[in-house]
């Protein structure tokens, strides 16, 4: 019965030998629970996403044996490839968006792991037993439910991880054969793209708890036209560079927002124009989004893994200043762009 805590991963530098290799898909995390004519989907966090995909619920009451606890995850393919912009949209307040949203990109699901099916609990049963028995249960499967490829051989993960990147995927997952199920336990690994770009140092929010602190530092490129637009942030420091950091920027600090690139950010129709920190979100939950700005003068180099349209999927590590470069050279073309790869490719052809 739900809630259950999905297994999770930790990341590693390089794919590792002699373990089980799946695609890393870039959607939301879910574990489907069907009992008859009930159909719950569970989120990583333990809250319901039924409301959100009811055009899912339908799908895999149709498709999905009567009694069973799947874990996999929700995506939407958009154009060949997976969108997980379009799919945050999905998360919105109002039934009836919601609704025209299921039926213009209608989701699908990536099943990957079986947890229970019938009387049979199977968290304790090795992973290789349990692939065995979700791959029975989902045999002659259709769309938009997905069983998802799985390989023992190292290079084709590796291929995987250098091809399935232009389908929107997020790298390469491993997993022990012998590996029982284990609720929020990060015991699996996960290895993800990570490439560097130089950014503007535009803003920064201070930390919550220490407003003597750095939380985090705003980032920006220049585009075709010229216009520096928001495309992250990076917030990982140990507690003492934080503060460091606050002193070393102080100099860049704006004492008011006119004439910096962001000014308008308190503007909802600015944020129609171009891209700029402290935009509404249904994500944000009240959050204070303020923060400040700096003289566009500074370039650090950070590692990202990839991109979200036209900013950094999550967040970015820092990695150092780069004194040798102007700002106004940290643009959209220095971004490595993955090669397009066929989404149904990368879903096993189905």
Do not use: N
Request: with cysteine.
């Amino acid at each position: 019965m739900p809630p259950v805590k999905p297994m999770l991963a930790k990341p590693v530098a390089s794919i590792p030998p002699g373990m089980r290799y799946e695609a890393k898909w870039d959607g939301f995390r879910c574990l489907v629970f069907r009992d008859g004519d009930e159909v719950e989907l569970g989120s990583r966090t333990g809250k319901s996403l039924l409301r959100y995909f009811p055009e899912l619920a339908d799908a895999l009451r149709e498709r999905l044996p009567e009694r069973c606890v799947l874990d996999g995850e929700i995506v939407l393919p958009t154009a060949g490839r997976l969108d997980f912009e379009a799919l945050q949209q999905r998360i919105h307040p109002a039934a009836s968006r919601v609704r025209l949203l299921a039926e213009r990109t209608p989701a699908s699901f990536v099943a990957f792991d079986l947890l229970a099916l019938g009387e049979a609990r199977l968290m304790e049963e090795p992973l290789s037993e349990r692939r065995r028995r979700l791959t029975g249960a989902l045999k002659g499967t259709r769309p938009p439910l997905y069983l998802a490829p799985v390989t023992e051989d190292r290079d084709e993960a590796r291929e995987w991880f250098a091809q399935y990147e232009g389908a929107g995927l997020d790298g390469v997952v491993a997993k022990r054969p012998e590996l029982p199920y284990r609720p929020g336990e990060r015991v699996m690994l996960k290895i993800k793209h990570e490439r560097t770009a130089d950014c503007v140092l535009a803003g920064l929010r201070p930390h919550r708890a220490d407003r003597e602190a750095v939380g985090s530092l705003l980032l920006g490129l220049y585009d075709a036209t010229g216009a520096l637009q928001y495309v992250g942030a990076s917030s990982s420091f140990p507690a003492a560079r934080r503060r460091e950091l606050m002193g070393e920027l102080a100099p860049l600090r704006m004492a008011r927002p006119e004439g910096h690139p962001w000014a308008r950010w308190e503007e909802e129709a600015a944020h129609e124009e171009g891209r700029m920190p402290g935009a509404p979100s249904r994500w944000s939950g009240g959050k204070d989004a303020s923060w400040i700005p700096l003289r566009p003068e500074r370039v650090c180099e950070v590692a990202y893994d990839h991109m979200e349209g036209d900013r950094f999927r999550h967040t970015v590590l820092f990695r150092r200043w780069r004194v040798d470069r102007e700002p106004r050279s940290c643009t959209y073309e220095q971004l490595e762009q993955p090669v397009r790869y066929d989404l149904e490719a990368a879903l096993g052809g189905r």
